[in-house]
């Protein structure tokens, strides 16, 4: 039996295939339109993930969308109601949207589905709807490795609820309590997003990044007037200060009165004051997640933890839940977002709706999260040859022998091989690597290749047996979801003027043997890389240790800023091209910057994307 789960419609539009309980196939719009956190209808996603499992749509029993659009209408109805008279002019912006497409999504999704597999709209499969939290929960529970577990959900919001909590047994699960929007710890950090400057839903992991350059000196005035958060984790937002359930912004006057001044413009300085709104909301994000949790093992006696949902993107909290919370294994679907609802939806259907056994996987299910395309090598020497491009097709003992001795010599290398991730994260499917040990590594892939901001930490990849080698961490960590310190023994000691220093002037104290992937609290957002789910990257730390003595490599998202991670082999020729990349790997083929016919298009291709 197949399955066709489906998110569409808000932000990072995806499917995912499932036969007989068995994730087939997932992948984001975005990567096939090339347009960053594509919401419209997954025409592509569809499409591929009916490839990869080798059926039509004719072939499907149902399709399964994540979410239930009348009860999300309900909800800012209701919404708007309560704010009379305020929010005259985000309601009409709303409605025509709601009124013309996502009022009748039923219809839509039918015309849609019918399109993609060229059928009439009658032979379109059965529409199942599942909520929000459910697609969210089922996304991390059902794929995890345990049998039982404690399932806490965090995000902005999906339809009234923006905070869940779960246990799930066996095939089923059990929802426990909620919190309703307004009261969102995602809102409150996408306000702060919003406020310091960034894009809100892309911008949240940068002011994750910026948090340990200042100090949280309004993490009292946050808890003292914006959140009431009790001792069991729960919490409510006071409205006085947001504008988010009603206006066009996140934040008001009283908010900004409230934190010494307007919001900062974005691609403006950064301040000092934006260093400090970011380590003081990190503070109070990591210590709600922390009760949350605490109340969650107490209440269901789960030594399991599964997070889903935005929140549970943010992996200095997960690193701190896991080491000082009281659950002892953590599990993080990485594609945590609304992407992952399509998994989630796909196999709540399977396991809910239509009642089948689950049977934990080894490991997990998610396949090390590489459920994309692949590429053949005639389809990539076809594309190369289409681009004029120079290349060598070399056999694995001599390619991986020189990828890891030109990565020894600090040269930047774009990596393309096997199926390509799926979720936020690079994970050395389509990934830039460089040496962890070179000082200049950091600002290099920033300011040359990623073209973003130069505060921005990158992750190391390291061979998961030697994990615990590099950093404080006794876990796996496959997903890039868990932040955990740099050993004490590589360390480098700040001289007594180092440490004097503040915000964004700390960013050039090399901080451990591994510079290039030690943020400035010694800390690092790790992935581990295991043989079973990527041989490949695999063989490529170890021969780079063979060379070098270090079983890590810097791993960053293949793409520059605003643009999505890339998909194709086009796309990586594209971005190799465009970048200060040094060679470029596409499974057996390598190539060389310097023997390209041309070296750089004009800058004007940075406006097809839109800085995140």
Known sequence: MHILGISAYYHDSAACLVRDGEIVAAAQEERFTRKKHDAGFPHHAVAFCLAAGGVSLRDVQHVAFYDKPLLKFERLLETYLAYVPKGFRSFVAAMPVWLKEKLFLKTTLRKELAAVGNCTVREVPPLLFAEHHQSHAASAFFPSPFREAAVLCLDGVGEWATTTAWVGEGHALHKRWEIHFPHSLGLLYSAFTYFTGFKVNSGEYKLMGLAPYGEPRYAGQILEHLVDLKDDGSFRLNMDYFNFATGLTMTNRRFAGLFEGPARKPESQITQREMDLAASIQQVTEEIVLRLGRTLHAETGQDNLCMAGGVALNCVANGRLLREGPFKRLWLQPAAGDAGGAVGAALAAWHEYLGHPREPAHGDAMRGGY???????????????????????????????????????????????????????????????????????????????????????????????????????????????????????????????????????????????????????????????????????????????????????????????????VCTPEDAYRCFMRTEMDYLVLENFLLAKSEQPHLRDSDEWKNEFTLD
């Open 371 to 565: 459920l994309g395309p692949r590429f053949s090598s005639d389809e990539i020497r076809s594309a190369l040859d289409a681009q004029h491009a120079t290349f060598r097709e070399l056999d694995d003992d001599i390619l991986f022998d020189l990828v890891a001795a030109l990565l020894n010599q600090e040269n930047v290398v774009g990596w393309f091989q096997g199926r390509m991730e799926f979720g936020p994260r690079a994970l050395g499917g389509r990934s830039i690597v460089g040496d962890p040990r070179s000082p200049r590594m950091q600002s290099t892939m920033n300011l040359k290749i990623k073209y973003r901001e130069s505060f921005r930490p990158f992750a190391p990849s390291v061979l998961a047996e030697r994990a615990g080698d590099y950093f404080e961490l006794e876990t796996e960590s496959p997903y890039m979801l868990l932040v955990a310190p740099v050993r004490e023994a590589l360390r480098i000691p700040m001289s007594e003027e180092q440490q004097r220093l503040f915000g964004i002037e700390k960013l050039h104290v090399p901080r451990s043997s591994i510079p290039a992937v030690t943020h400035v609290d010694f800390s690092a957002r790790i992935q581990t890389v295991h043989e079973e789910t990527n041989p490949r990257y695999h063989r490529l730390l170890r021969a780079f240790e063979e060379k070098s003595g270090c079983a890590v490599l810097v791993n960053t998202s293949f793409n520059v800023r605003g643009e999505p991670i």
